[in-house]
């Protein structure tokens, strides 16, 4: 059987089609830390909250590129990574 491009960017060591998984304690700290982050707006608690979504979106970011199940998420790691670091140079 050949492999095709989509199976080899799509398909995980198992043959399955893995695009979205659920979110892990990274991407979960991540969404957390961003949703507290309306909640409080005073400058020391916003300012540590944005540090630990930044710090776990690149942490989620590392794991994807690679220990991604599949080419597809590796690159989604990646690009994630990338993103970030843009955003918060532009931030500065």
């Known amino acids: 059987m050949d492999t095709t491009f989509f199976d080899t ?12 998984q659920p979110p892990n304690l990274t991407l979960s700290v991540w969404m957390g830390a961003s949703l507290l982050q309306f ?34 998420r590796r690159l989604l790691g990646l690009i994630v990574f990338l993103f970030a670091i843009a955003n918060q140079i532009n931030a500065v």
């Open 39 to 72: 909640v409080f707006t005073s400058e020391p608690i916003h300012q540590g909250l944005e540090t630990i979504a930044f710090i776990s979106l690149l942490t989620w970011a590392l794991q994807e590129l690679f220990e991604g199940v599949n080419y597809f």
């Open 9 to 20: 960017l799509f398909r995980d060591k198992n043959g399955e089609i893995v695009i979205a």
